[in-house]
């Protein structure tokens, strides 16, 4: 530049040290989230994808170029009402962290158990204006702590059972505590015990609990080799099924399918 006969010459720079450590910090969140071994979904405030990260492909089956735009509820089984997503959405909207659990299905169909935290991010004037979901496949862990419920209740059923018989003072009052203890137990809407009287090849009912508590009527005195439980006592063979309505083996299916009964254990 000429001036007054002179030549001058200017350097502009710009401090750029706080913008590269901008760069340098979200570069490191993003490998973070990237790397994480939950799954991560950010969505907007209308539900829509915007991101997620690898662990999330792992769990689903679904890409991230998939999901995007989509709403989570393609991740949905049919486990869950309305009222539960309903309760979701309104603790998320009024700015709150929601924590659960759910049953969500993959991209191949199979269902799998998840805990999930979803976190609202804020804009300027403090109101939801993005979403945060971390998710981790529980579906092993649960497996166990099912496991180990039903030991748990099986050995309580058993140690219950033992208490009732040596304590009775009687058979009958044994065995009517005995499936008492049942019924609580296994949830079941009815159980019942007889004894073989071998003389007359019949069995004699000593108890009944549960919907049922008579132990007189048509079930009372049942040859052995007749109707369902006579035909367990002939062939001394347990016999389970959770179809009992469509089981040939019920002589009375209308009365089965008039209690809605689904699953029977002799």
């Known amino acids: 530049l000429e001036f007054g006969g002179k030549e001058f010459s200017f350097t502009f720079s710009r401090d750029i040290t706080q913008r590269k450590e901008v760069e340098r910090q979200i570069n490191l969140q993003v490998t973070a989230l990237n790397a994480a071994a939950n799954g991560i979904v950010i969505t907007d405030k209308k539900g829509e994808i915007l991101w997620a990260n690898p662990a999330f492909t792992r769990l689903t089956g679904y890409s991230g170029f998939e999901v995007i735009g989509k709403n989570p509820r393609l991740l949905k089984s049919g486990a869950q009402d309305a009222a539960f997503y309903g309760e979701i959405w309104k603790t998320i909207l009024a700015g709150e962290v929601w924590e659960g659990e759910l049953v969500n299905r993959r991209k ?157 254990a002799g």
């Open 108 to 264: 191949d169909g199979t269902l799998y158990n998840e805990q999930m935290t979803i976190t609202p991010v804020r804009d300027r004037s403090g109101a939801p204006s993005h979403f945060i979901a971390v998710k981790q496949d529980i579906t092993e862990r649960k497996r166990v702590e099912e496991a180990m419920a039903e030991r748990h209740r099986l050995a309580t059923l058993v140690a219950e059972i033992g208490t009732a018989l040596t304590a009775a003072e009687s058979v009958r009052q044994g065995l009517q505590r005995c499936a008492e203890i049942l019924v609580k137990n296994i949830d079941a809407a009815f159980a019942r015990v007889w004894t073989t009287n071998d003389e007359e090849k019949v069995l004699e009912l000593q108890a009944s609990a549960g919907i049922y508590t008579h132990i007189d009527g048509g079930h009372a005195r049942v040859p052995i080799g007749e109707f369902k439980i006579g035909i367990i006592a002939a062939s001394g063979e347990p016999h389970l099924t959770n179809t009992v309505q469509q089981d040939s083996g019920v002589k009375d299916p209308e009365w089965v399918r008039r209690e809605g009964m689904v699953a029977f």
